[in-house]
T-cell receptor
Framework: NAGVTQTPKFQVLKTGQSMTLQCAQD?????MYWYRQDPGMGLRLIYY???????DKGEVPNGYNVSRLNKREFSLRLESAAPSQTSVYFC??????????????FGDGTRLSIL | QQQVKQSPQSLIVQKGGISIINCAYE??????FPWYQQFPGKGPALLIA?????SEKKEGRFTISFNKSAKQFSLHIMDSQPGDSATYFC???????????FGQGTTLQVKP
């Protein structure tokens, strides 16, 4: 049982390049999330998907887009990468559609550097 | 706007000591308060959580204390061990949103 799998684990981009971060979960969870983690800032929600077919903005959505491809997969796209998007990105999932009092299960992150 | 404020940013404790991390929140609609533990190179994992209808919850060496009137909650790690060295995040959420707001994180180092 792999849980939440993120790819790639590391990536270096040049300013202006685009890329898609992939996330897949095998726990039959309904809700999925994308966070970014920066020193001294904790985890900040970028986008989330309460269920297949729905997405919504979090605290810091600017510069990102998401796609809930199916129940298992939730991708995060940077259309034109900026140095301010250098961060560690985490995907998480949880069973409940609209309740926060369920454990969120995290992947091991994608470390993204933008030069 | 930081709705959950966590302190201290870093903490060094001797083995066997008590580690205490504090969080304060602003939104009175929050009704779920989890703590997550993160080891280097890994994603956060749920450690313990509390709801505001109780003032304390204990699981092994880990205890959450909750003060609803002060809008504060804290994590106490008793008999701290070097294996507890990690980053700890508090969080808060309201039941009907499906979202959590995380604190800034506390890096704990337990010295042998």
């Amino acid at each position: 049982n792999a849980g939440v799998t993120q790819t790639p684990k590391f990536q270096v981009l040049k300013t202006g390049q685009s890329m898609t971060l992939q996330c897949a979960q095998d726990m039959n969870h309904n809700s999925m999330y994308w966070y970014r983690q920066d020193p001294g800032m904790g985890l900040r929600l970028i986008y989330y998907s309460a269920s297949e077919g729905t997405t919504d903005k979090g605290e810091v959505p600017n510069g990102y887009n998401v796609s809930r491809l199916n129940k298992r997969e939730f991708s995060l796209r940077l259309e034109s990468a900026a140095p301010s998007q250098t961060s560690v990105y985490f995907c998480a999932s949880t069973y409940s559609r609209q309740r926060s009092n369920q454990p969120q299960h995290f992947g091991d992150g994608t470390r993204l550097s933008i030069l | 706007q930081q709705q959950v404020k966590q302190s201290p940013q870093s903490l060094i404790v001797q083995k066997g000591g008590i580690s205490i991390i504090n969080c304060a929140y602003e939104n009175t609609a929050f009704d779920y308060f989890p703590w997550y533990q993160q080891f280097p190179g890994k994603g956060p994992a749920l450690l313990i959580a509390i709801r505001p209808d109780v003032s304390e919850k204990k699981e092994g060496r880990f205890t959450i204390s909750f003060n609803k009137s002060a809008k504060q909650f804290s994590l106490h790690i008793m008999d701290s061990q070097p294996g507890d060295s990690a980053t700890y995040f508090c969080a808060a959420g309201s039941s009907n949103t499906g979202k959590l707001i995380f604190g800034q994180g506390t890096t704990l180092q337990v010295k042998p």
